[in-house]
DNA sequence: ACCCAAATGAACAGGATACTGATATGTGAT
DNA sequence: ATCACATATCAGTATCCTGTTCATTTGGGT
């Protein structure tokens, strides 16, 4: 979830702004000057964009985004009143990331609000996702399509490792044959049902010590497959 | 050195920001519609920054936008003219990092561009102060497009660099031929399998003692390839 | 203990994917 | 114009993956 930090003094702005953007299914947090802002972003890592009045009370934008850039790389959009050209430009070379002029559009705001947190998810210093996987002793790393089991590379085929990816991704979770073929194949199961289950030996075979006594990729009679962490 | 693409139809336009940009210390490459640009940026991996008219005959800015955005992360700065609102959003929506409104001051032109660059820079992963990449004992120095293995310096072609660079930039991370054709040639991939495969043996053949079995440069059946270096 | 359904194990043939060598086309330099 | 080099395309081969079949074992309900 993309989870945004709002700051003005005044609460009607940030009213305002946390109704568009709650109607974008963005999650919000609000402050009412810099230095009660700084506060949350320290506590709170999952913010991934702050919008922040340049004139507040307490501690102004300016300063709230000099101490910000201390600790994180958050992309900032300033509000500012209208004819404040020398702010602007003094904001934009201290690292904030766009500029909305008061008073503004809606649909204006929500664009760059979209743009911002675009650019700072593809750029990938913070990717959204998760990339590595783990479960006990395994481990997952999607875009190197790697999979260890206790620090050891394992090979595994296009067909397993979205098996693997599929049960790892909700551990502890029951699939069924029908649904891990659906969701892996994209196709409705029939006459198939052997077909997973081949494909879950093979993958004991690389991930188990004793495929018979698997430690993690275990059966429940009758309803299907699950991953579970060897301790448990 | 921080090259910037200036397109505009207008050529007066051109050429002022041209100026104002080289005052700066800016290496610029000059454009006069998107096609033009397009083809100026598939061939110039270097480009950091692109200030691009909406408005322009043969090929207009939105639809070069999304053809870029295709092959590059580039930051892009739209100029547009007052009160082309719609056009604003719709940019930004599209992959834009910001725009300008004309007519406008030499000193916000200058700051929104070093923002821009700040932001590619500070975030991304193809950071400028990081030239040199290297990966077990490859190591690729861009500026000076030069790629040594085991010290020893290897002719490379410009196809061969840019996958190299690819797969360098992200080490471990496995890219899908066609990904890669659409990265790196700025074209969609139809009926190329065997191009990017061919161009992959090349490199084998550059870079590894054992093209057969590859120490850095390996396969990753039915995914693509990947770069991976030998200890890890 | 019995039976049936579900799960496992092994082997195989067809299919898909990647690699290789040869050839054709394009491009820039001399 | 010619040459050298880079690039693209093609066909053949090797390799690996996949889904199937069939026999066997395991688990649970009666």
């Not at 993309?2 to 940030?14: A, G, P, S, T, Y």
């Not at 599929?166 to 006459?191: R, S």
């Not at 004991?204 to 698997?214: G, L, S, V």
Request: one cysteine or more; glycine letters at 6%.
């Amino acid at each position: 979830m993309n989870r945004i930090l709002i700051c003005d003094d005044e609460k009607d702005i940030v009213r305002a702004i946390d109704i568009y953007l709650k109607a974008e299914g963005y999650d919000t947090v609000k402050a009412y000057n810099g230095s009660e802002a700084l506060k949350l972003l320290k506590d709170d890592k999952d913010i991934r964009l702050v919008i922040m009045d340049i004139m507040m009370p307490e501690m102004d934008g300016i300063e709230a985004l000099s101490e910000l850039r201390k600790f994180s790389n958050v992309p900032v959009i300033f509000l500012t009143a209208k004819s404040e050209d020398a702010d602007k430009i003094l904001g934009l070379n201290l690292g904030a990331d766009d500029y909305i002029t008061k008073p503004f559009l809606p649909a204006e705001l929500t664009a760059r609000v979209r743009s911002a947190l675009r650019r700072y998810t593809m750029l990938g210093s913070i990717s959204t996702e998760k990339t590595v996987i783990s479960v006990g002793s395994i481990s997952l790393d999607d875009p190197a399509k790697e999979v260890r089991v206790d620090g050891d590379i394992v090979n595994l085929t296009k067909t397993e490792y979205e098996i693997l990816k599929l049960l790892m991704q909700e551990p502890g979770k029951v699939f069924a044959p029908g649904e891990i073929y659906t969701k892996v194949w994209g196709d409705d199961p029939y006459g198939t049902e052997n077909t997973v289950a081949v494909h879950i030996r093979r993958l004991r075979e690389k991930i188990e010590i004793d495929p018979a006594k698997p430690r993690y990729l275990k059966v429940v009679w009758g309803r299907g497959y699950k991953i579970e962490g060897g301790s448990r």
